[in-house]
């Protein structure tokens, strides 16, 4: 079960986390040494979060995060295939000083057992595509439908040949690995064993 974030957001830690934003070092967050100047090429104003709990998506992670400031973008990063949570993420804020107060609040803060690794990312890092996919609602796609209807569709003479003939090259390395090994197995040729016409080949009129 996701857990309770609404409960989650009245809690007094986010009092004492607002109130430590008033305090800090905007340079220490940064990672700026005393003596230099800020300017605009040290400023990020994405971050990484990591080790994100179970339950945490991209809603509760927007409504959340969205305290600190204004949230532009936000991509966390499922498993294509099934659609579940790798447990990290990017966020980019409106302003990178608001990032680097994030960065340093929430950085191995406990989140229902889990300690957030949450670090800036530097501009250099930002690969072009990141943001691709980002701030859409994740839908299950239904792969499983999608690969039983591409395993059972109706395949030309083409497709069946060139079929027949990976099987067989598969049949003739087997062999030869089995010799390799001082295996002495005689079991009958793919060849004789296979169909002469495929069920689900579908035949094309010349010039169709």
Do not use: C
């Amino acid at each position: 079960m996701s857990p309770n974030f609404t409960v989650l957001q009245k809690i007094s830690k986010m009092k004492e986390m607002k109130s430590k934003m008033k305090h800090l070092d905007l340079k220490k967050a940064l990672g700026i040494p005393s003596g230099k100047a800020i300017t605009t090429s040290t400023l990020s104003n994405v971050v990484y979060v990591g080790r994100i709990p179970h339950g945490f998506y991209e809603e509760q992670m927007r409504e959340y995060f969205g305290q600190f400031g204004v949230i532009q973008n936000l991509r966390l990063s499922r498993n294509k295939k099934t659609g579940k949570s790798k447990h990290y993420a990017f966020i980019e804020f409106a302003s990178a000083e608001v990032a680097a107060i994030v960065a340093e609040s929430m950085n191995n803060y406990l989140l229902f057992e889990s300690l957030l690794q949450v670090k800036l990312v530097p501009q250099e890092k930002i690969h072009p595509t990141l943001w691709i996919g980002a701030n859409r609602k994740f839908q299950v796609k239904p792969w499983k439908l999608w690969e039983k209807e591409r395993h059972n569709r109706d395949r030309t003479a083409a497709e069946q040949k060139s079929l027949l003939k990976r099987l067989i090259r598969r049949d003739d390395k087997r062999k030869r690995n089995l010799l390799k090994a001082g295996i002495d197995y005689d079991y009958p040729d793919l060849r004789s064993s296979l169909p002469g016409t495929s069920k689900k080949i579908k035949f094309t009129q010349e010039g169709s």
